[in-house]
């Protein structure tokens, strides 16, 4: 079901699919598994296949019954553009997606190139936000090209996990750039140089910057909690969305 979300870039989750599997260096830690398997324990419904891949049509329709202008982060506990996922079941996402013009709608993938091809022969919906896991430069950076190819009103990159310095990176048609450490009892650190190139990039180049967390690890380099580590970068919060929009939630 869709739920107001504590991911500080949204106001509620929308997940019509759940489950997925690893395919870089990003998912090594991935939150999502994690809790998927403990809603499994809990005897949740949706969840009683752990984290395999499964499309749930009892929530297609979700978004339509509610009337508040909302920002949706899509597959929170999945990724939309797995490639299990059949075109056909995509198409009566983005038809939803479509007719609730009063929400805006963010998804994200690592399957970037799927997401392209898709977008081939189809038009994005204007409320549809279209982004890329960029979690280092072999298997993320690659990503930032194909997102390029598609065409998008707002086109947006998420850095978290950030795992290495990604150096230069082109931001050409890309809107917004989320930032952030993982988190997790095997959360890998992030250095402050790393946030702070991106965000001079964006700077730079006429980017959204939005520094979501330092996770695990914080700016000292010292591991404690997340809560404890904050969102502070160079001194303040950065919460920087695409012109024009805010969290309504």
Known sequence: MATQSKIEWTDRTWNPTVGCTKISQGCKNCYALVMAERLKAMGVEAYRMGFRLRLLEERLNEPLERKKPTIYFVNSMSDLFHEKIPEAYLDRVFEVIAATPQHQYQILTKRAERMAKYFESRNAPSNAWLGVSVENRKQGVPRIDSLRRVPASIRFLSCEPLLEDLGEIDLTDIHWVIVGGESGAKARPMDASW?????EQCENQGAAFFFKQWGGWGA?????????????????????????FNLTA
């Open 195 to 199: 946030a702070n190139s991106i965000r």
């Open 220 to 244: 000292d380099g010292k591991k404690r909690s997340k809560s404890a580590n904050g969102r502070l970068l160079e001194g303040r919060t950065w919460d920087q969305m695409p012109a024009g």
